[in-house]
Antibody, heavy 120, light 110 residues
Framework: EVQLVESGGGLVQSGGSLRLSCVASGFTFSSYWMHWIRQAPGKGLVWVSR????????NYADSVKGRFTISRDNTKNTLYLQMNSLRAEDTAVYYC?????????????WGQGTLVTVSS | QSVLTQPPSASETPGQRVTISCSGSSSNIGDYNVYWYQQLPGTAPKLLIYGNNQRPSGVPDRFSGSKSGTSASLAISGLRSEDEADYYCAAWDDSLSGVVFGGGTKLTVL
């Protein structure tokens, strides 16, 4: 069974930093693209970033480019999101998500999410 | 403002059929597979449809997806009260080099 468990969320002041983690199990982690997707309170889903299977390629939404860094450790089956210079508008539930299959880019499986609250 | 366009709400009575539309462009739906997700209140999204019209195991055949050109749709037949949820479409976008989502459709089962 695919499991994605996020951690690291919490309350942080504007301008601060936070590092999210996502531990994966139930599949060959190193074979899949991984994504971070967020959802502000009462709002829709917004893609944040993705990393390919061997960490040779990453992409970011314009809203987080230069502030957030996605990474992964395939030896630890763990995905990370380093968030710096946080703003109030970064307040959201952050979901770790796995590509549906090794050969596609679409999101198939989601973690339960971790809440990040940025106070101004 | 979401890249993919969905109606914000839809409603229908139990047992009936409802369709939710998702409109995009050549850089996303036109060139890539569409995915649909169901999000029940207070929970993480769950995959309903992948590859435009494929259902993962465990998803009832009451749920179906289709795609034509730069638009897609999700149909739910035999509506049940437990189908009341938010539904999102998504696709890869070449211009943005990322996943784009619709704004979500809140389905009410009357």
């Amino acid at each position: 069974e695919v499991q994605l468990v996020e951690s690291g969320g919490g309350l942080v002041q504007s301008g601060g930093s936070l590092r999210l983690s996502c531990v994966a199990s139930g599949f060959t982690f190193s074979s899949y693209w991984m994504h971070w997707i967020r959802q502000a309170p009462g709002k829709g889903l917004v893609w944040v970033s993705r990393v390919n299977s061997d960490v040779s390629s990453t992409n970011y939404a314009d809203s987080v480019k230069g502030r957030f860094t996605i990474s992964r450790d395939n030896t630890k089956n763990t995905l990370y999101l380093q968030m710096n210079s946080l703003r109030a508008e970064d307040t959201a539930v952050y979901y770790c998500a796995r590509a549906f299959s090794p050969s596609v880019r679409g999101v198939g499986y989601w973690g339960q999410g971790t809440l990040v609250t940025v106070s101004s | 403002q979401s890249v993919l366009t969905q109606p914000p709400s839809a409603s229908e009575t139990p047992g009936q059929r409802v369709t939710i539309s998702c409109s995009g462009s050549s850089s996303n739906i036109g060139d890539y597979n569409v995915y649909w997700y169901q999000q029940l209140p207070g929970t993480a999204p769950k995959l309903l449809i992948y590859g435009n019209n494929q259902r993962p195991s465990g998803v009832p055949d009451r749920f179906s997806g289709s795609k034509s050109g730069t638009s897609a749709s999700l149909a739910i037949s035999g509506l049940r009260s437990e189908d009341e949820a938010d539904y999102y479409c998504a696709a890869w976008d070449d211009s943005l080099s990322g996943v784009v989502f619709g704004g979500g459709t809140k389905l009410t089962v009357l």
